[in-house]
Every structure is written in C-alpha cells, then in structure tokens.
T-cell receptor, first 110, second 121 residues
C-alpha cells in the first residue's frame, strides 16, 4: 500500500486560510468516507483534528475543516495562527482492513 | 483522563527481538480497538497493526506480517507488540493509539508519547 500524497510544505500568514491536499486512489480515499487528519508537533503525541472526512472531535477548533472530492481529501485551516505550525498527516482506511497515512505536510506560519 | 504510556523501546541488533507495552488508563480499555503506529526518523507516520476488543480481529501492515505480533490483555489494560527479526528500517518511534470507536477505519483519537526503538549493530 503506497502512502497517500501530500505537499511537503504549505505556508501562510496569520489570519489567512491554507489547504492541504491528500491524494490517494480508488482503493482508499476514493472508496471510503474514512479519512482522518492529525496535527503533530515534533516530540509530542499526534492529535486527531478531523475524522470521517469532515467531522471534528470535541475540543478541536472550528477553524479546521475537512472535505473530499474523488480520490483527494483536503484539510483547510482558516484564520491561521502561530500555534497551527506543525506537521499534518492524513490517513485513510484502505482495503483489507488496513490504514494508509499520507506523506505529511509541514505547515509554516510566516 | 485518557492516558496511554508506551514502554519497552531501546537499542537492539538486527535480527533481534523486542516487546513493546502500552499501559492504558482513564477509559474502558476492553471496549476499544487498539493500534500501533510508528514514525521513522525524519519520515512520516506509518500504521503498523490493529487489534479488536476481544482480539478476534488482528491486522498488520504488509511489511510487518510474520515478524510482528500484536496482543492485548484486557484484565491488565495493556497492549503489546512483539517484534522479531528486526531490521534497520524498523528504527522508529512506536506509538500506541486508541481507535475512535465508531467503526473500524474512522481514526485514532488518543495517542501515547511513543517509545523509541533503534535497530543497529
């Protein structure tokens, strides 16, 4: 199972909106509404930001939103803040009851 | 408060074995599917394995099949990962993660801080 494809880096100024793409195939992203997104500050535990493509866990800011079109899922961060600077990973359920993660995107707040 | 605390990492030679543990607290451990996820140095996250609540369903990433064994002890609120025939490329921080719990595949809502496994001669 190949990793989902994400841009290596995305940057934006405080207050702006950015979008991170996550491209898979019809065997994973395109076939299931089971994409999750994680924020990871190095040295810390990853944090779930979005599950089932569009849903936010309790406590996650509504500045984070998820969507999907075909084989590509997206995470949008609106009103970018300094604390949003981190690595972000998408993850999809795939066939044969497995998961596949994305390659990861480093978000920089300028 | 949900807590997941991994232990058992360390330095091991290629071909060697190691057993990781994850102690869970703050929730009903026996009600959740549990997972291992790893991150090699400078690399992204990689799913390793999942085990259902009563160990009836167990899944592995292809590169771990036949070498890694996931298990759990619900009486001890503990998750394990037995790793055999370790290779250099297994060097990573290994995280224990709880399944969100709505359905298999919906994601991981709590993670531990991870334990570092280094495979080197």
């Amino acid at each position: 199972q190949s990793a989902l494809t994400q841009p290596a880096s995305v940057s934006g100024s405080p207050g702006q909106s950015i979008t991170i793409s996550c491209t898979g195939t019809s065997s994973d992203v395109g076939n299931y509404n089971l994409v999750s997104w994680y924020q990871h500050h190095p040295g810390k535990a990853p944090k779930l930001m979005i599950y089932e493509g569009t849903k936010r866990p309790s406590g996650v800011s509504d500045r984070f939103s998820g969507s999907k079109s075909g084989n590509t899922a997206s995470l949008t961060i609106s009103g970018l803040q300094a604390e949003d600077e981190a690595d972000y990973y998408c993850c999809s359920y795939a066939s044969s009851s497995t998961y596949v993660f994305g390659t990861g995107t480093k978000v920089t707040v300028l | 408060e949900v807590q997941l605390v991994e232990s058992g990492g360390g330095l091991v030679k290629p071909g060697g074995s190691l057993r990781l543990s994850c102690a869970a607290s703050g929730f009903t451990f026996s009600s959740y599917t549990m997972n291992w996820v790893r991150q090699a140095p400078g690399k992204g996250l990689e799913w390793v394995s999942s085990i259902s609540t009563r160990s009836s369903y167990i899944y592995y990433a292809d590169s771990m099949k036949g070498r890694f064994t996931i298990s759990r002890d619900n009486a001890k609120n503990s998750l394990y990962l037995q790793m055999n025939s370790l290779r250099d490329e297994d060097t990573a921080v290994y995280y224990c993660a709880r399944d969100l719990g709505y359905s298999f595949g919906d994601g991981f809502d709590y993670w531990g801080q991870g334990t570092l496994v280094t495979v080197s001669s």
